[in-house]
């Protein structure tokens, strides 16, 4: 799944694409907004929310509208295999067409295409607090605030860190390798209750300083020790700790899942990887 650092280059590249340019076609492959067409709006600016995105436009008109009225976002979320690409004119797509979800074209011939999106929405732009206001503050955002994002974390004390810290309502953009590798760092078993992490502001800082090394080129400073040694224990298993040469293992965290199925006891298991030297399970 893509990380906070992924999200925010995806906005990065289609803000310098499209920014302050009209739309020359617009194709939503979603029942939803099939019938949707954007013709004439300017795109005023692609932004990243932890591992969400936003496309702010403005209609044709928008002299009425200074104060936002009017105005649209295109909400989505990448999930797990979903990706936003940026195309010049006439250029093949690198994925194929049936996995495309939404398509804007600039009137100068660059194009953005969503493919294989977990979720696409067009929603009123003064409305986005309903769609991400749930979100903790962003590891890369405007919003970030390590004390309020600690809060977050130490209002559930008995809950697993390594759960915790992918919770984004705690604090937005992690994911399952930066959990992996800040509960390394931090020498804390992923299982450790929150309220029994000796320095949790300091794993939240480490987040923090590991997202922002990473948000302008492709990762390589998790492990630090080059392409073959890119991390320190995500997908190690079986592998010398870069420590302590102690076995890396790999194993799950469980959770009830949200609504009714935790009703019946269903649970969902999330995959971790740490050293049993470095991190002994408490």
């Given at each position: 799944?893509?990380?906070?650092?992924?999200?925010?280059?995806?906005?990065?590249?289609?803000?310098?694409?499209?920014?302050?340019?009209?739309?020359?076609?617009?194709?939503?492959?979603?029942?939803?907004?099939?019938?949707?067409?954007?013709?004439?709006?300017?795109?005023?600016?692609?932004?990243?929310?932890?591992?969400?995105?936003?496309?702010?436009?403005?209609?044709?008109?928008?002299?009425?509208?200074?104060?936002?009225?009017?105005r649209l976002?295109?909400?989505?979320?990448?999930?797990?295999e979903g990706?936003?690409?940026?195309?010049?004119?006439?250029?093949?797509?690198?994925?194929?067409?049936?996995?495309?979800?939404?398509?804007?074209?600039?009137?100068?011939?660059?194009?953005?295409?969503?493919?294989?999106?977990?979720?696409?929405?067009?929603?009123?732009?003064?409305?986005?607090?309903?769609?991400?206001?749930?979100?903790?503050?962003?590891?890369?955002?405007?919003?970030?605030?390590?004390?309020?994002?600690?809060?977050?974390?130490?209002?559930?004390?008995?809950?697993?860190?390594?759960?915790?810290?992918?919770?984004?309502?705690?604090?937005?953009?992690?994911?399952n390798i930066?959990?992996?590798?800040?509960?390394?760092?931090?020498?804390?078993?992923?299982?450790?209750?929150?309220?029994?992490?000796?320095?949790?502001?300091?794993?939240?800082?480490?987040?923090?300083?590991?997202?922002?090394?990473?948000?302008?080129?492709?990762?390589?400073?998790?492990?630090?020790?080059?392409?073959?040694?890119?991390?320190?224990?995500?997908?190690?298993?079986?592998?010398?700790?870069?420590?302590?040469?102690?076995?890396?293992?790999?194993?799950?965290?469980?959770?009830?899942?949200?609504?009714?199925?935790?009703?019946?006891?269903?649970?969902?298991?999330?995959?971790?990887?740490?050293?049993?030297?470095?991190?002994?399970?408490?």
């Amino acid at each position: 799944m893509p990380e906070g650092d992924n999200v925010y280059q995806a906005a990065q590249k289609m803000h310098a694409a499209l920014a302050g340019k009209r739309l020359a076609a617009s194709d939503f492959r979603v029942p939803a907004f099939a019938t949707l067409d954007l013709v004439g709006w300017t795109v005023l600016e692609v932004v990243s929310r932890g591992k969400h995105l936003l496309h702010r436009l403005a209609p044709p008109d928008d002299t009425a509208a200074h104060d936002g009225a009017g105005r649209l976002s295109i909400h989505s979320h990448l999930s797990m295999e979903g990706s936003w690409q940026v195309y010049p004119p006439g250029q093949r797509w690198r994925k194929p067409a049936h996995t495309a979800r939404a398509v804007l074209t600039a009137e100068d011939g660059v194009s953005a295409v969503g493919f294989s999106l977990g979720m696409l929405e067009v929603i009123p732009t003064a409305e986005e607090g309903g769609a991400v206001g749930h979100l903790g503050p962003d590891l890369l955002g405007p919003d970030w605030d390590a004390a309020r994002a600690e809060a977050n974390l130490r209002a559930q004390p008995g809950r697993a860190v390594g759960l915790a810290l992918l919770d984004q309502r705690n604090l937005a953009g992690i994911g399952n390798i930066y959990r992996c590798e800040v509960c390394f760092l931090g020498r804390v078993h992923p299982a450790t209750p929150v309220a029994r992490v000796p320095d949790l502001a300091g794993m939240v800082a480490a987040a923090k300083r590991l997202l922002e090394a990473n948000k302008a080129r492709p990762r390589n400073t998790v492990g630090g020790f080059g392409p073959r040694n890119s991390t320190w224990v995500y997908g190690r298993a079986g592998q010398a700790c870069l420590r302590c040469r102690t076995r890396i293992e790999h194993g799950t965290l469980a959770e009830p899942t949200p609504g009714t199925g935790a009703l019946l006891g269903e649970t969902r298991e999330r995959d971790i990887w740490f050293c049993p030297s470095c991190q002994p399970l408490p």
